[in-house]
């Protein structure tokens, strides 16, 4: 069965890095495009970042300003989201994802807390 497992979250001061991980089992992860979503409080999830199959193609979304980095290492069935000068606005829940349309599979996700 599939199962993506968040780790690396928790809570840090504004500036500060953490990076997360989502190990994935139950399918075969390096043909798989690998997404990272964020969900805040009272709004809507939100794509952050991309990696396709052999990291052939990554991409971040423009609110990240270069401050994250995706990454995957298909040896470990991992992929990574790097967050560096983190700001208040990042805290929310940290979800990987892939899959399209009505094939879309969700880790259990993990929070992400930046205050001072």
């Known amino acids: 069965q599939v199962q993506l497992v968040e780790s690396g979250g928790g809570w840090v001061q504004p500036g500060g890095s953490l990076r997360l991980a989502c190990t994935a089992s139950?399918?075969?992860?390096?043909?798989?495009?690998m997404r990272w979503y964020r969900q805040a409080p009272g709004k809507e999830r939100e794509l952050v970042a991309a990696i396709g199959s052999g990291s052939t193609l990554t991409g971040t979304m423009d609110f990240t300003e270069g401050r994250f980095a995706i990454s995957r290492d298909d040896a470990k069935n991992t992929v990574y989201l790097q967050m560096n000068s983190l700001k208040p606005e990042d805290t929310a829940t940290y979800y990987c994802?892939?899959?399209?349309?009505?094939?879309?599979?969700w880790g259990q996700g993990i929070q992400v807390t930046v205050s001072s």
């Open positions: 139950g399918f075969t992860f390096l043909n798989q495009t």
């Open positions: 994802q892939f899959g399209l349309g009505s094939n879309v599979h």
